[in-house]
């Protein structure tokens, strides 16, 4: 069992930016895989940014890139999404979710752990 608890949302103006956290517990966090998703009201989740367990391998939504940065510090079993340059469309509930194996993927249906969400609202 792993269990994920995501941290760090909130409100903020556009160009803002927030960090957000994912706190895991509960198994060894190596070789296990994270990513990032998104919900914004009245649309399906989305894929947001993935790393592998090693770090080596991250991968971003076209929409995020160059704006949202992912990594991860196995010490602490806690994955992180720097968020900066946000826009009011960046307004979403982000859900961070663990994958037992090492690679990363955009796949949500490949993920076998999530958290319960955090609120991220930009303003305009």
């Known amino acids: 069992q792993v269990q994920l608890v995501e941290s760090g949302g909130g409100l903020v103006q556009a160009g803002g930016s927030l960090r957000l956290s994912c706190a895991a517990s509960?198994?060894?966090?190596?070789?296990?895989?994270m990513g990032w998703f998104r919900q914004a009201p009245g649309k399906e989740r989305e894929f947001v940014a993935t790393?592998?367990?090693?770090?080596?391998?991250?991968d971003y939504a076209d929409s995020v890139k160059g704006r949202f940065t992912i990594s991860r510090d196995l010490a602490k079993n806690t994955v992180y999404l720097q968020m900066n340059s946000l826009k009011p469309e960046d307004t979403a509930v982000y859900y961070c979710?663990?994958?037992?194996?090492?690679?990363?993927?955009?796949?949500?249906?490949?993920?076998?752990?999530w958290g319960q969400g955090t609120q991220v609202t930009v303003s305009s």
């Open positions: 790393i592998s367990w090693s770090g080596g391998r991250i």
């Open positions: 979710a663990a994958r037992l194996v090492p690679s990363s993927s955009r796949w949500s249906h490949e993920y076998h752990y």
């Open positions: 509960g198994r060894t966090f190596s070789s296990v895989a």
